[in-house]
């Protein structure tokens, strides 16, 4: 029986990442789950890095309106931004950019990106990153949280656990 995928696709994907023509899921991930406080940002690990998927970490962030990231450069790898509500404006070296939901934003490994939440009700994406670095960085800085709500949200920075190395968007 022939592939349905194409030779093309076949010859991108070869030695890039085991098992994706096969479409295996994994099913079970250690540590996937948890629900932190970071700052002000609600984080959801939805699938924890680990060595069996190549260490990938998926975390879904509930942001406040006005909240905003520290200017940060990413050494281990790209980071991917997929944005599910909300919109959110963008530097990422000297560019700025609005961005909407449905829309997936790359920051390059070594370029200093930042963000700041637009929307009135604020924001929630999906980052994903490589190598664990950003997931453990998250675990680090972060307080359980036993209930959310949107209700939940503070209405105020004073008491954020993240350091701010740069100035966000103005």
Known sequence: MASIIPKGVRQFFAGRAEGILSMNAQTKFENAGQILWFGDNLMTI?????????????IECRMPAGGSS???VTLSGDELIHILEGM???????????AHVGQTVMAPKGIPH???ILSADGATCLIVTQGGEFEQMVRQMSRPAPSVSRESFPDNRVNSSIEVVGAPLP
């Open 114 to 116: 930042d963000f700041q």
């Open 88 to 98: 959110m404006r963008f530097q990422i070296g000297d560019t700025v950019f609005l």
């Open 70 to 72: 520290p200017l940060q």
């Open 46 to 58: 939805r699938t924890a890095a680990s060595v069996e998927n190549d260490q990938i970490s998926i």
